[in-house]
């Protein structure tokens, strides 16, 4: 089991930037896909930006251009760089990845709250 714990959520203000942090108890080299999903209250959980295994990425339109997802695998780790941040941004981000070999499943993080004040 590969445990996933994000960080650096928190209360910004509108325009402004965090950047999420989600290092995992093993390697990430060999996920098919890793990213951040959101969760608001009310809405089903949504896809904010992922990445494949063949650097295929994708972002989710309404964070294109503001957010960025990065990875380092030499400390198992992925990031997501939320910038000029909105008001309708905040809830509740998850990291995930996806094994299809050695850890084979889907593992998620707890999650970590992000709050913006307009």
């Known amino acids: 089991q590969v445990q996933l714990v994000e960080s650096g959520g928190g209360l910004v203000q509108a325009g402004g930037s965090l950047r999420l942090s989600c290092p995992a108890s093993g390697t990430l080299i060999g996920a098919k896909t890793m990213g951040w999903f959101r969760q608001t209250p009310g809405k089903q959980r949504e896809l904010v930006a992922s990445?494949?295994?063949?650097?295929?990425?994708y972002y989710a339109p309404f964070v294109k251009g503001r957010f960025i997802l990065s990875r380092l695998y030499a400390k198992n780790t992925q990031f997501l760089q939320m910038n000029s941040l909105k008001p309708e941004d905040p809830g509740t981000y998850s990291c995930?990845?996806?094994?299809?070999?050695?850890?084979?499943?889907?593992?998620w993080g707890q999650g970590t709250q992000v709050t913006v004040s307009s």
């Open positions: 990445v494949t295994n063949s650097d295929s990425t």
């Open positions: 995930h990845a996806h094994f299809v070999v050695g850890h084979k499943g889907h593992h």
